[in-house]
């Protein structure tokens, strides 16, 4: 209520003064909007900064992607490995929908370094039971460090088995 009695009063000298200082104070208005817009878009880049982390391991395990619901969401867990002195630490790490693609090219043995938001949830069968919460961290991309894993398809080589089986000539 204060600021609009102020606008007021504001509106009644600038009425006395002329145009030319409306038109000033219709610049601090601008300025003065512009300002509190950068502030808050600062503020809000701020907070999602905040909530992207990175870790660092090397890949452990890569889950199959798993499809849940009617409108077909996909989820795939893969676990990085962090060694710590006398115990290993072991972090899962979750890419949805689109994600799950970009997950085959990674391998076992692999050291990258995740971006990942962390999600909480609230769970709560119904009115009586214990309210549960879950937290998960959701992969936002990856890069791969150091390549230290491979595909069992780039292992393989028949020629090379065929030269170590003794070369024998098969029974068909």
Known sequence: MRWRGFEESV????RAAGKPFQSALRSVRFFFFVYLLLSVTLATRDLLAMSEAKV???????????????????????????????FTNYIPIEFTNDGCDSVEELRVGDDVEVSYRLN???????????VKYFLSAE???????????????????PNTAFQESGGEDVPF
Do not use: N, Y
């Not at 798993?66 to 002195?85: A, C, D, I, N, Y």
């Not at 909480?120 to 214990?130: I, L, P, V, Y």
């Not at 992969?139 to 080589?157: I, N």
């Open 120 to 130: 909480g949830r609230k769970w709560q069968r119904d009115a009586q039971s214990e």
């Open 11 to 14: 509106e009644c000298d600038c």
């Open 56 to 86: 660092r391991g090397i890949i452990h395990v890569i889950e199959p992607t798993k499809t849940f619901g009617q409108k077909g969401f996909r989820k795939r867990t893969v676990v990085l490995e962090q060694p710590s002195g006398r």
């Open 139 to 157: 992969a936002m991309q990856f890069k791969v460090l150091r390549g230290g894993g491979a595909s069992p398809a780039d292992d393989f080589d």
